[in-house]
């Protein structure tokens, strides 16, 4: 399976297998139903993914990968409202709605895709950190806020909204996050330490 | 099964239920493996659970039921920071953690579940709005807190921690939390609308 062909029923049954993981979960999720529902053989499945684990672990990697990015309009209130809004919209729109099943489910112990989490959340913390530091400068934020304090503040109640509680996460969601995470910041509790 | 032997049996079956949870996760977990940790024989666990849907709803239901109050020392300050050191320790001790793992496992997806822990959240909502509203009387925050927004503010972290990060909580993870929603709520970021 090389070449267009190759490459068009690769990424079906990767997209198949995403979409299996938010409707039946992983637990149910079978190399079968993928296969239907990418409109291919099974044995098509098969040659190329030994189990559903390194599947979905392909499905992921491939799928989810992405780029965050903080704005930089020199006002960190509005930029970080962008961005956090940019964020739930991800997490809610076609590629982060399976992240988010995929947390709910036991293919959050695959060990390719538990590295995979952490990197992801590594890389948005250093994105916060770039930003926080020009907000520094600006006089706009203290100095020293520990980055990943402030992305914790920032999305945890976004993470549990759809992790936990089942619910949508509206714009004033986001715009109340955010507010909360710059009122800490500038009293001082999202230091290192504090 | 029933009388004393019957009870004995049955809470074997449902801690080691809860064990293989924590363990293994929901997808991987078989009757057959939670029978041989309880040290029963498979036809026990089938006599009375027909499939592992109904055994982890049980188990979890039974095992994890909780009562959870807010103390009432007359110093908000004081008694959320024990409240929410309180839930640290009840989430990663024995009952909360395999309610951690359920939450990360497509156990999530059982109906039973699903609606236990809305159940969950909206009794500790309802602890919440009790000591907030004595807090008001007292003066120490002001009048017309929404709940949900603060227990969201105070535990969101937490779960972040737990159910994404993999990481520990600590005590001043806690405090930090409880300090980042009183100054949020001093600022009135967490009323009715805000």
């Known amino acids: ?10 990424q079906a049954v990767l997209a198949a297998t ?10 149910a999720l079978t190399i079968d139903n993928v296969a239907t529902r990418a409109g291919v053989h099974k044995t098509t499945v098969y040659r190329r ?13 491939e799928e989810a990968a992405t780029d965050f990015e903080i704005p930089d309009t020199a006002d960190i209130d509005t930029d970080l409202r962008t961005a956090v809004r940019n964020l739930a919209a991800w997490l ?12 709910r489910s036991d293919a959050s112990r695959l060990p390719g ?8 959340f590594a890389a948005r913390s250093q994105a916060v950190r770039g ?5 520094a400068e600006a006089g706009q934020l203290p100095v020293g806020i520990d980055p990943m304090a402030l992305l914790s503040t920032l999305t945890a109640p976004i993470y549990l909204n759809l ?3 089942d619910r949508v996460v509206t714009p004033d969601d986001c715009d109340r996050a955010v507010r909360i995470a710059l009122t800490a910041a500038r ?5 290192p330490g504090s």
Chains 1, 2 share one sequence.
Do not use: C, I, N
């Open 92 to 103: 809610t729109g076609p590629v982060g709605t399976p992240l988010v099943a995929l947390l």
């Open 113 to 120: 895709l538990a590295d995979a989490k952490l990197r992801f």
């Open 187 to 191: 009293a001082g509790l999202l230091g």
């Open 1 to 10: 399976m090389t070449g267009r062909r190759g490459h068009v029923v690769r």
């Open 163 to 165: 992790l936990v509680l």
């Open 18 to 27: 995403l979409a299996e993981l938010v409707d039946v979960g992983y637990a």
């Open 49 to 61: 993914w030994a189990d559903r684990e390194s599947l979905v672990t392909d499905a992921v990697l």
């Open 131 to 135: 930003r926080v530091d020009s907000a």
